[in-house]
T-cell receptor, first 114, second 113 residues
Framework: DGGITQSPKYLFRKEGQNVTLSCEQN?????MYWYRQDPGQGLRLIYY???????QKGDIAEGYSVSREKKESFPLTVTSAQKNPTAFYLC?????????????FGSGTRLTVV | QKEVEQDPGPLSVPEGAIVSLNCTYS??????FMWYRQYSRKGPELLMY????GNKEDGRFTAQVDKSSKYISLFIRDSQPSDSATYLC?????????????FGRGTQLTVWP
């Protein structure tokens, strides 16, 4: 079955560490997105990518980095510069910009700073 | 002012009740309106999608869009305990080069037996 796979499901980070969240899709979608979800705050856009080797900052990109070397993969690195990284991270994809309703979300990664 | 406003609740209703969830927005360019359902510790899943104004019905769910008032609603008839989840409204502008969605904060709904 096609879908988006996020791993790991739970991740613990020590202060000052960089961690990378994986997002893989087998839907042949062009665009991919990373959102952060905090309790009571909805989803906030971190980064997005419309095509391979191209990505753009969203509303809260500081302290995060991404890469898009393959169409299927869009990993997110949470760097030590992100001062409050504890949150639920969601990866999403869509086939093309004209199909607004075609968003598919992964199951998320819950990141906790210890 | 946030682009999309949604009352976070929580909302608690008995089984069989009619539930009304609402969002308001400020950007008149929004033309695509969606409702997502998110179960605890899961990713959101698309529930309803409406283009421009009007109503759309799918089983027990009805989505309404009133662009003149910048107001959208989701109605759930004969609510079930399995409807207990967080409901997120989302919207997008036609021709957006970002292809991004703007989300409300989500309303947490509990339907008790």
């Amino acid at each position: 079955d096609g879908g988006i796979t996020q791993s790991p499901k739970y991740l613990f980070r020590k202060e000052g560490q960089n961690v990378t969240l994986s997002c893989e899709q087998n839907l042949n979608h062009d665009a991919m997105y990373w959102y952060r979800q905090d309790p009571g705050q909805g989803l906030r856009l971190i980064y997005y990518s419309q095509i391979v080797n191209d990505f753009q900052k969203g509303d809260i990109a500081e302290g995060y980095s991404v890469s898009r070397e393959k169409k299927e993969s869009f990993p997110l690195t949470v760097t030590s510069a992100q001062k409050n990284p504890t949150a639920f991270y969601l990866c999403a994809s869509r086939p093309d910009l004209d199909r607004v309703a075609g968003y598919t979300f992964g199951s998320g990664t819950r990141l906790t700073v210890v | 002012q946030k682009e999309v406003e949604q009352d976070p609740g929580p909302l608690s209703v008995p089984e069989g009740a009619i539930v009304s969830l609402n969002c308001t927005y400020s950007n008149s360019a929004f033309q695509y309106f969606m409702w997502y359902r998110q179960y605890s510790r899961k990713g959101p899943e698309l529930l309803m999608y409406t283009y421009s104004s009007g109503n759309k019905e799918d089983g027990r769910f009805t989505a309404q869009v009133d662009k003149s008032s910048k107001y959208i609603s989701l109605f759930i008839r004969d609510s079930q305990p399995s409807d207990s989840a967080t409901y997120l409204c989302a919207m997008s502008a036609r021709g957006s080069t970002l292809g991004r969605l703007y989300f409300g904060r989500g309303t947490q709904l509990t339907v008790w037996p």
